[in-house]
């Protein structure tokens, strides 16, 4: 229990983070909860446009997120 509450209140300024698949399901929440405690987000995505949405998604809910959204490809 107490390992939750550390990871739930977690400081992530200064860090810098890539998240893959960030544009739906567990890649997007993940980098929404990891920009709202300061990490630099660098969010993934195979399409570009929905990836693209998904930024603006996370943008809206903390102004002064630094997130940057690239197109994967294989």
Same mark, same amino acid.
């Given at each position: 229990?107490?390992?939750?509450?550390?990871?739930?209140?977690?400081?992530?300024? %200064?860090?810098?983070?890539?998240?893959?698949?960030?544009?739906?399901?567990?890649?997007?929440?993940?980098?929404?909860?990891?920009?709202?405690?300061? %990490?630099?987000?660098?969010?993934?995505?195979?399409?570009?446009?929905?990836?693209?949405?998904?930024?603006?998604?996370?943008?809206?809910?903390?102004?002064?997120?630094?997130?940057?959204?690239?197109?994967?490809?294989?």
């Amino acid at each position: 229990m107490v390992k939750l509450e550390r990871a739930h209140n977690m400081n992530a300024e %200064a860090k810098i983070v890539v998240v893959t698949g960030a544009n739906r399901g567990i890649g997007l929440e993940i980098s929404r909860q990891l920009a709202k405690r300061g %990490a630099q987000v660098i969010m993934t995505a195979r399409n570009f446009q929905s990836g693209q949405s998904a930024l603006e998604k996370v943008k809206a809910e903390k102004a002064s997120t630094s997130a940057s959204a690239v197109s994967e490809t294989l």
